[in-house]
């Protein structure tokens, strides 16, 4: 089983990027898909979570309106559309997903499959 994100990058404050976690080993079709983020000096956060064969769904209120999840189950692949991009979005963001759990709080940090993350960085 493995994750590899990409598509992080520096992007200037009000920017945009869209980040790709590709899947392989597994069939995501029933699993909750999730990114994390981790900003040097913090902990790890969740920033959004779906897992659409059960309506459920997470997003941190930090990235509510500016963040989007979505997956496309044909092709193994999870995506993180960021818009309105502030500095303090500055993290390695890392995907993740797992078979068993919903999008809750009290279990991310028990997902079982992650990725190795991709560097946002956002300055001007």
């Known amino acids: 089983e493995q994750l590899v994100e990409s598509g992080g990058g520096l992007v200037q404050p009000g920017g945009s990027l869209r980040l790709s976690c590709a899947i392989s080993?597994?069939?995501?079709?029933?699993?909750?898909t999730a990114w994390f983020r981790q900003a040097p000096g913090k902990e790890r956060e969740a920033v959004s979570c779906?897992?659409?064969?059960?309506?459920?769904?997470y997003t941190a209120n930090s990235v509510q309106g500016r963040f989007t999840i979505s997956r496309d189950n044909a092709k193994s692949m999870v995506y993180l559309q960021m818009n309105s991009l502030k500095p303090e979005d500055t993290a390695v963001y890392y995907c993740a997903a797992d078979p068993h759990y919903l999008c809750m709080k009290e279990v991310f940090h028990a997902f079982e499959f992650w990725g190795q993350g991709t560097q946002v960085t956002v300055s001007s």
């Open positions: 080993g597994f069939s995501m079709d029933r699993f909750a």
């Open positions: 779906e897992r659409p064969a059960d309506d459920s769904t």
